[in-house]
């Protein structure tokens, strides 16, 4: 007799994630400027071996990034099973 709240929990929690997915894709212009601030003060402090060095660092966690956000834009369809709904679309019992 608790599937209910069990139930609204999950619903919970998928309204967290997807407000705080929200949150974070509407950060991407400020950290962009943040990000450019960072590298202007980061190089003038370090000499310009040190600078390559935390260039290349940065390179690596970009692609990370960009790696791990491509990964979950992908996940989103499959956990929302849209992909079985999108694959059975064209069958006739779908349609009935």
Known sequence: MGGGSA???GSANLTAQVASSLIWSS???A???ANLAYTATITR???PTAFGLVAMA???GLCVWVIAAA???AEVPRYLGWTTILANAGSPSFRQ
Do not use: K
Request: contains cysteine; negative net charge.
């Open 27 to 29: 950060c991407p212009p």
């Open 7 to 9: 139930g609204a929990a």
């Open 45 to 47: 402090l370090l000499e």
């Open 58 to 60: 940065n390179l690596v």
């Open 31 to 33: 950290l962009v400027v």
């Open 71 to 73: 990964v979950a834009a």
